[in-house]
């Protein structure tokens, strides 16, 4: 995994995108936890599900089915308002998952672990990016707070950190030169 700062800050830089009126407390907090609830499955591990297993971590939890599940629940919980027929329905849904896929896509830049399995549970095969240049993050927060966990800051701020402000800077010139509609 990348560690849940390196989740955290890309779901922060993508809600910032959003310039619609909406709840951001709710928003912000909806999307940080759909960028880092995958890793909840190393749980699987205690149940006896093996790395390589499809359920196991990174398997279907990371996937992109498992993504569009997730932002149809938070859909269906947090913005019920949304009509099925409507655009904003699906403009939700399609936010969320992406939000839940990108967890997979900065796993799959990682530079450990096995691969992402992106398609499961139709195809379980771990995939990783060509780029793999993002430091792994120890599974367990206790190893965090450790020289590899600084070894993980650091190559997060690096791949992560510093493309995430540069969109950021790039949308609030954007923003000065057009503002957003209220
Ligand atoms: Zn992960």
Redesign the pocket.
């Known amino acids: 995994?990348?560690s849940i700062f390196g989740?955290a800050a890309t779901a922060l830089t993508a809600t910032a995108l959003i310039k619609r009126k909406v709840n951001r407390t709710k928003l912000n907090i909806l999307a940080i936890f759909c960028a880092s609830i995958?890793?909840a499955?190393?749980l699987m591990f205690r149940f006896g599900f093996s790395y390589s297993h499809w359920l196991g971590?990174?398997g279907f939890?990371?996937s992109i089915f498992f993504a569009l599940f997730l932002a149809i629940l938070i859909k269906v919980i947090f913005y019920n308002k949304y009509k099925w027929s409507g655009r904003d329905c699906w403009l939700v849904i399609g936010f969320f998952s992406l939000m839940t896929i990108s967890?997979?896509v900065?796993?799959a830049m990682?530079t450990g672990?096995r691969g992402?399995a992106f398609f499961s549970p139709f195809d379980n095969t771990r995939h990783f990016l060509p780029w793999r240049v993002i430091q792994v993050s120890p599974l367990g927060a206790g190893r965090f707070f450790s020289e590899w966990g600084i070894a993980v800051l650091k190559s997060e701020f690096i791949f992560i950190g510093i493309p995430c402000l540069l969109i950021l800077a790039v949308n609030k010139v954007v923003n000065l030169i057009k503002p957003p509609v209220a």
């Open positions: 995994m990348a989740h995958p890793d499955d190393v971590h990174r939890f990371h967890h997979g900065l796993d990682t672990g992402i």
